[in-house]
């Protein structure tokens, strides 16, 4: 069974229809790169993925748990979905080790000590192993969200979610963190993210989405997508996006 | 267990001593409310006891009938409403007898006759009623001298201002704001005698009875041991010497003050131990009031930011309605109105009452400001929170409520300084702390000046202090 399953997916603000009934399935490891213009509602979608955005209507399944069951305990699902935010989110009050280690010790996943290790490991994959007891405000851009990254990856999750990671950094930073998320699909992570950076869903996606006016337009393998784009809407965009 | 938990048992068991001594307080033992600024007939002595007519001739009288009793020391206004609410048993204060009163409560045999006089500054060119035209005329709430001059009001053309306090009364004469006041005759010559500067320029009119007091229909018991003491100690002579002692005599001899201790200095040696328990009634309901509102308005401010419709309700319905009451009227409310409302004798000590009071109103300011910080805290962080798989509350605790705390922590220290402040406010349920000391030493030595500079001081250094406390706390925090 896929990873992800999404059918018919709505979400309406009010009267703004923002998910027109979207359906997407994500299978085991595999890295779908998302497009599209801005308020198509990419981050939306990523949202109800994990609950912090309820659907109007739909049915969403990740690794076998239905989340319209009344009956799933949310919690247990969402340490199972790690989420990347634009902006970051850390938590300016603790530093780097305890933005890392909070969850899993509060949750019980982990002793003190299992998680300090298991947040040292982590921060030499991110290639931060010296800003462990820094403050987050004293980090560079890149940098914090690198340790975002680590502490999304403290739960052991089985799926990622990046809502434009790289969009807030300055462009000498983008670079770290996109290593960081290539080492990652290297080594079998299911991902879902949307980006700008048009280089790395060619490098590592094995699908690509292109999302517009709150559905799927079009998808297919990166090349397809990029170099034989179909609809009009699609190729507009990709106009844009390179002419940019 | 963590220091906090320590805090909130042992603010717990305080509570609940007090109920416990509250509830033991009223076996078999009459409480009998008087004034705190009548010279003769009730004023604090130095050394914090009450003496005078009233109180000498209650003593005499309870010796005799073998009556129990615990004197309270309250204002003229809020003994009268307690009477009623009974919230007291008795009331001995030179009270009037008025048809009116005698509508709500029983009087005793008179046990004091006197006269209204009025009084003007001693410069003054106030005659008579009739150079009062167009002028503004001092009275004191509720008592006999008010009602006579409300009942010549419009036949001499005068305008009246009230007070609920004799000293204030007067100063306003002394000052020349108010043309002249009314006083009871003893209670004016006795004033005047001990260095107020005004002078009586009419003769006593409208001789009046002085009673003591209970409410209509109770404690018929009481009465009747009061007039058959009454008697008794009128045939003794005992009644004559008290009265004698206090109306032939300077306020010096019976409070033990001398001129020479007028200075600064002297009065506050003098008065070290009155102030002194004045200052630490109100540092008690400081810290008290502070804790229990810091719990309130925490638990109010949670309540705002929560999800759904219920808790954010409930939160700005209880934030609206403290927070859009004034401090006296909640006070006189939760002390007098809520036991009345209750019945059955129900009674809410004075220290209790002030404390919930100041707990419901500085509770829902810090309910406010609480809420705001909370907000203030980008969603961000929540959302980054519960993407975690941490739970609500759990997220609130470890990620929100740090982070809001640290936004809080002014308008924190700002509600501490308020709350000190607001506790004086607290005298008007006669709760004797730092301000009604001054009103009450004023009563005897009449030295407003000083006195009040004095207070205003202490509030200034303890304020000071709690000020550098706060700042200290908050440096550490960041
Ligand atoms: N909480 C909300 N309340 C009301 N409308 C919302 C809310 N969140 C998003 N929207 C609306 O939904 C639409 C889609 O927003 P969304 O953030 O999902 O777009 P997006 O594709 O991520 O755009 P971008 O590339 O700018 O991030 C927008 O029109 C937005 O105004
Ligand atoms: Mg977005």
Redesign the interface.
Same mark, same amino acid.
């Given at each position: 069974m896929a990873k992800v399953i999404v059918k018919d997916l709505h979400k309406s603000y009010g009267d703004n229809e923002v998910l027109k009934g979207l359906n997407l399935e994500v299978e085991d490891n595999e890295v779908v790169c998302m497009i599209g213009p801005s308020g198509s509602g990419k981050s939306t979608f990523l949202r109800c993925l &994990?609950d912090?955005e309820v659907p109007t209507k739909g049915q969403i399944v990740i690794s076998g748990y239905d989340l319209s069951d009344k009956g799933t305990n949310i &919690?247990?699902v $969402? !340490?199972n979905?790690?989420?990347v935010?634009q902006?970051f &989110?850390?938590? *300016?009050?603790l530093t780097v080790m305890q933005n890392i280690t909070?969850?899993p010790v509060?949750?019980k996943k982990e002793s003190k000590e299992t998680a300090d290790a298991t947040a040292h490991e982590l921060l030499k994959t991110v290639g931060l192993a010296d800003k462990a007891d820094a403050m987050p405000n004293s980090l560079s851009g890149g940098q914090q969200q690198r340790v #975002?990254i680590a502490? #999304?990856l403290a739960?052991k999750p089985k799926i990622m979610l990046f809502d434009e990671p790289t969009s807030a950094l300055d462009p000498e930073m983008v670079g770290d963190v996109l290593d960081v998320m290539k080492k990652l699909a290297a080594g079998g992570m299911t991902m879902i993210v949307v980006t700008h950076e048009m280089g790395f869903a060619k490098e590592v996606a094995d699908r690509v989405v292109f999302m517009a006016d709150g559905l799927i337009q079009e998808s297919g393998k990166p090349d397809d997508v990029f170099d034989h784009p179909k609809s009009p809407r699609l190729q507009d965009f990709l106009n844009k996006v390179i002419n940019v | 267990m963590k220091k906090w938990q320590v805090a909130v048992v042992m603010v717990l068991a305080t509570l609940g001593s007090w109920f416990a001594f509250a509830s033991t307080a009223q076996a078999k033992t009459y409480t009998i409310a008087t004034d705190t600024t009548f010279a003769p007939f009730e004023f604090q002595a130095k050394g914090g006891k009450y003496k005078g007519i009233d109180i000498d001739i209650l003593n005499a009288i309870a010796k005799k009938e073998n009556i129990k009793y615990k004197l309270k020391a309250i204002s003229f206004g809020a003994a009268v409403q307690q009477l009623s609410a009974n919230q007291v048993d008795g009331v001995i204060a030179g009270m009037n007898v008025t048809p009116e009163r005698k509508q709500t409560f029983d009087f005793s045999d008179a046990y004091y006759t006197s006269g209204v006089v009025m009084a003007v500054a001693k410069g003054s060119s106030v005659k008579s009623f009739k150079d009062l035209k167009g002028k503004t005329v001092a009275l004191k709430t509720g008592t006999a001298g008010a009602t006579y001059a409300k009942s010549i009001e419009s036949k001499y053309g005068f305008k009246i201002k009230y007070f609920n306090d004799s000293n204030n009364m007067y100063n306003d004469v002394k000052v020349g704001n108010s043309a002249a006041c009314f006083e009871d005759y003893p209670v004016m010559s006795y004033g005047i005698k001990n260095g107020i500067a005004l002078k009586i320029v009419s003769k006593q009119y409208e001789a009046g009875d002085y009673g003591f007091a209970v409410k209509k229909g109770k404690n018929a018991e009481l009465l009747k041991k009061f007039n058959a003491g009454l008697k008794a100690i009128k045939a003794d002579g005992q009644y004559k010497k008290i009265v004698d002692k206090y109306l032939h005599s300077s306020e010096s001899s019976l409070t033990g003050e001398t001129a020479s201790s007028r200075t600064f200095v002297g009065l506050f040696t003098q008065n070290l131990s009155t102030i002194g328990s004045g200052l630490w009634m109100t540092l008690e309901l400081t810290v008290i009031s502070i804790i229990l509102a810091t719990i309130m308005g925490m638990i109010l401010g949670v309540l705002g930011v929560m999800p759904g419709k219920l808790g954010p309700a409930i939160s700005s319905t209880i934030i609206y309605i403290f927070r859009g009451m004034p401090l006296m009227v909640l006070a006189f409310f939760i002390y007098i109105g809520f036991p009345d409302l209750i019945g059955h004798g129900f009674k809410i000590p004075a220290f209790i009452a002030g404390m919930i009071t100041l707990m419901l109103n500085e509770g829902a300011y810090t309910g406010a400001f609480v809420k705001g910080g909370f907000q203030a805290v980008?969603d961000?962080?929540m !959302? #980054? #929170? $519960?993407?975690?798989?941490?739970?609500y509350w759990?997220a609130m605790r470890?990620?929100i409520m *740090?982070?809001g705390i $640290?936004i809080m922590i002014p308008s924190f220290i700002n509600q501490f300084i308020i709350t000190l402040k607001d506790t004086s406010i607290l005298s008007v349920i006669g709760i004797v702390e730092l301000t009604q000391t001054g009103t009450l030493i004023i009563a005897r030595n009449f030295e407003g000046f000083k006195i009040w500079l004095m207070i205003a001081i202490i509030y200034l250094v303890i304020i000071t202090l709690l000020t550098w406390l706060s700042n200290w706390v908050q440096r550490r925090m960041n």
């Open positions: &994990n912090l &919690n247990l $969402r !340490e979905i790690g989420m935010f902006h &989110n850390l938590f *300016p009050h909070l969850a509060q949750l #975002a502490r #999304a739960m | 980008d961000g962080q !959302e #980054a #929170a $519960r993407s975690l798989g941490l739970p759990t470890k990620v *740090p982070q $640290r």
